[in-house]
């Protein structure tokens, strides 16, 4: 730390009590000066030869008592320019000097009033010393708080902020100060590494965020001029800046690590957020997704302006890929029954599909690529945010009070994105089947649609066959395609030939249903039940005979014997629910020459006068690709 030293008599000041201050000298004192709550008992001469401000108010006085009460920096700083005018020995630092300098300006110690006076001696210093040096500078900063506005008149803190963003902003091989650096040193520089040989190398070279962490160290305004001015000067770049905002928060923020605010003052915390909300870098890539992500909790539970998350919302969303399912999980907000902010989420992920079309509109229109600055969506993007989405799914689904809509809602999001498995979504789906009961048999059959069922893995399809919480319909898609797996080669093979009436329960080839006119109401909210655990096993046995059937089939009529046997079978195992009270009438043998009747033939050929009536909504599925 620098220092100047001014005068050369020893110090005579004593105290009398607390709020007695004197000189002990031969002459007696004669003029009483009282600043604040504290009097001082000098002598006229030293003193009005530096100070006009006193001698206006000794001539203004008819006594030899003088009242000061406005002194910037008190006592203290008025007994230091005292001293000053006694000659006597003063030590000016980083720590006093700012309250001297606003004294010595109160009692217009200047040049006029007496050569080398008190202002300029303090300015020398300041310039020579003070704003040399990196961590003075800092301490200085920090000691105008509550000298304002006299140090803003003065320009200290604009000069303080200047000297400081002009080190920061300086190139590292010119780094010759000390400064502070929380980083864990490698053990070649701890001297522990086993393989040292006692050479002492030559220092690691200065890292970029060298400043960080004593930049930390200002209280929120200073610390706001101080990187605006960094900014300014366009020598930092974007990445830096950003890790110290990220160290900033850390070491203001109690609980930011987690998410999650810990005591303090909320409305100290919440302008905190919004600062460091508002000085983010806009270069890519200058803070991290998760580091986003956490501000915009603590931005959530601080309850900070809609402006603010929005900003922080279309930030996470052009880098959704970089995140992790946890860091997704933002609570809501008080006074909310849902756990999770799912509403957050959902418009985080609209912005990261929203970049693939504005990518594409951007072609057309040159503007639009000014504005937003969209960038192409890679295929492994895509996939990530996929599985992040899928987990994310699993994990509110856990959540008692979270509505179907926002789940189903979220999933379609994503839905156009080529998944290479199911797997994650059917847990998901199977996770909220699990923790809502009473979800009914409409909204069962809509979430299940979500999925494919040939994108299942065999251990998925194990389990699917066997959960009593899926659709039945569900169930008979997975036990025909894990099948099909079984049965075909790596090369290919063909698909086993269904009933038409079991065929129209399975996804088509273009990811559509298969029609459901050939039945009805009863019999389509059947398939739409839940089974037993008796019946998914008996079925899936029946399913398999008809596979492994109709392998060794040499002719149709054949195929068709074993078709009709299979299918009596499958019959008689789900006569309990009446499943083929219609899919088997008097006309099944038509059904039977024809594998695409069902879903295929218009609703006026229906057997059941009825089933012309049917509305597109239920004659057609929605792709479950």
């Not at 099909?484 to 090369?491: C, G, I, K, L, Q």
Request: neutral net charge; contains cysteine; hydrophobic residues 35%.
């Amino acid at each position: 730390m620098k220092f100047m030293k001014l005068g050369s008599k020893p110090d005579s000041f004593k105290t009398d009590s607390n709020n007695v201050r004197y000189v002990a000298a031969e002459l007696a004192t004669d003029i009483i000066v009282n600043v604040g709550d504290v009097k001082f008992y000098l002598h006229k001469f030293p003193l009005l030869s530096k100070s006009a401000l006193l001698q206006k108010l000794v001539n203004e006085e008819t006594n030899d008592e003088v009242h000061i009460s406005e002194m910037p920096g008190g006592p203290a700083a008025f007994e230091i320019c005292a001293k000053f005018c006694y000659g006597m020995t003063v030590t000016l630092n980083a720590y006093n000097v700012v309250a001297a300098r606003c004294a010595a300006e109160y009692l217009e110690m200047h040049e006029t009033v007496d050569k080398g006076n008190l202002i300029y001696k303090i300015e020398v210093f300041l310039s020579s010393s003070i704003f040399c040096s990196w961590k003075d500078s800092i301490i200085v900063l920090q000691t105008t708080k509550s000298l304002v506005p006299w140090c803003e008149e003065l320009k200290v803190v604009s000069r303080c902020i200047d000297s400081i963003a002009s080190k920061a902003s300086i190139d590292t091989s010119r780094v010759e100060w000390s400064y502070t650096y929380n980083r864990k040193k490698l053990p070649s520089e701890n001297r522990t590494d086993p393989q040292w040989n006692g050479v002492v190398t030559k220092p690691p070279s200065v890292p970029k965020d060298w400043w960080v962490e004593d930049l930390s160290e200002l209280e929120l305004e200073f610390y706001k001029r101080v990187l605006v001015t960094i900014r300014n000067k366009g020598k930092t770049q974007g990445d830096v800046i950003g890790e110290a905002l990220k160290a900033y928060a850390l070491r203001r923020l109690p609980g930011f690590s987690k998410g999650v605010i810990q005591g303090g003052d909320t409305v100290k915390n919440r302008s905190l957020v919004d600062t460091i909300i508002w000085l983010l870098p806009k270069e890519k890539g200058s803070v991290s997704c998760s580091f986003l992500l956490k501000l915009l909790k603590v931005a959530t539970q601080l309850d900070c302006g809609e402006n603010a998350k929005r900003e922080l919302i279309k930030r996470i969303g052009l880098k959704l890929d970089e995140a992790s399912v946890n860091d997704l999980l933002i609570p809501a907000p008080a006074g909310e029954a849902m756990m999770y902010d799912v509403d957050a989420v959902q418009s985080i992920l609209a912005e990261f599909v929203m970049q693939e079309q504005n990518s594409i509109d951007s072609d057309l229109n040159d503007e639009v690529l000014e504005i937003r600055s969209p960038r192409f969506i890679s295929e492994a993007s895509k996939l990530i945010v996929v599985k992040l989405v899928d987990g994310y799914l699993a994990e509110i689904a856990r959540d008692h009070h979270l509505p179907f809509s926002k789940f189903v809602n979220l999933a379609e999001m994503v839905s156009s994105f080529s998944r290479p498995t199911h797997d994650g979504l059917y847990r998901a789906i199977d996770m909220f089947l699990k923790e809502h009961p009473g979800l009914s048999k409409s909204d069962r059959k809509r979430i299940c649609r979500l999925m494919d069922c040939k994108k299942l893995s065999v251990d998925a399809c194990a389990h699917a066959v066997q959960n009593e919480r899926l659709p039945l319909r569900v169930v008979v898609q997975v036990l025909f395609f894990e099948q099909v797996r079984a049965s075909t080669s790596p090369t290919g093979g063909a698909t086993p030939d269904l009933p038409g009436n079991l065929r129209a329960l399975l996804p088509r080839e273009n990811g559509s249903h298969g029609s459901s006119r050939s039945t009805t109401t009863n019999t389509e909210e059947d398939w739409d039940s839940v089974p037993t655990t008796e019946e998914l096993r008996a079925l899936k046995g029946e399913l398999a005979t008809l596979r492994l059937g109709g392998r060794n089939l040499k002719n149709e009529d054949d195929a068709n014997s074993v078709e009709r046997a299979a299918v009596s079978k499958v019959k008689g195992i789900l006569k309990s629910k009446k499943l083929f009270s219609k899919l088997f009438s008097t006309k099944g043998t038509r059904d039977e020459n024809s594998s695409s009747d069902t879903s295929d033939s218009p609703a006026g050929s229906s057997a059941n006068p009825e089933e012309s009536k049917s509305t597109p909504s239920r004659s057609r599925r929605r792709s479950v690709s």
